[in-house]
């Protein structure tokens, strides 16, 4: 029976057209830690600010995060209610110093019930907040 390629182009197809490689062996632990370890060199490094503090406000405790990418020079601000529930501002800011005084600005603007996760339609649900 003639080949595909054959029938197609009359063209006998030469052995090498129809090698393929040999498997590679699996890799072993060691080669695996030193792939994953070099794959985690590629990922982005976290700066976090040391202007990040947690406080507690009306019987809740809040985690302010401050952060940036390694190799950026805006910072992102993020809220942690307790709970876990996490507002990030769409915003970056110059200054870690700025990011802490919008979130500090918020929390005593809007009060700690507005970060905080509720079934109660008359709260408002959290989420990406605007600095301005």
Known sequence: MESAWYQV?????KRSHFQTASPQPAL???????????????APKVVVSGKSLTLVLEGYRFSIQIHRIETETEWTLEVIAPGGHSTVWLE?????????????????????????????PDQPETGALSAG
């Open 28 to 42: 072993t632990v060691g080669q695996f830690t030193h792939y994953r370890h070099a794959m985690n060199d590629f």
């Open 92 to 120: 970056s800011f110059e200054t870690a110093r700025d990011a802490r005084d919008t979130a500090l600005s918020a929390l005593e603007d809007m009060g700690p019930q507005a970060f905080l996760r509720t079934s109660d």
């Open 9 to 13: 182009t009359g063209i006998a197809p």
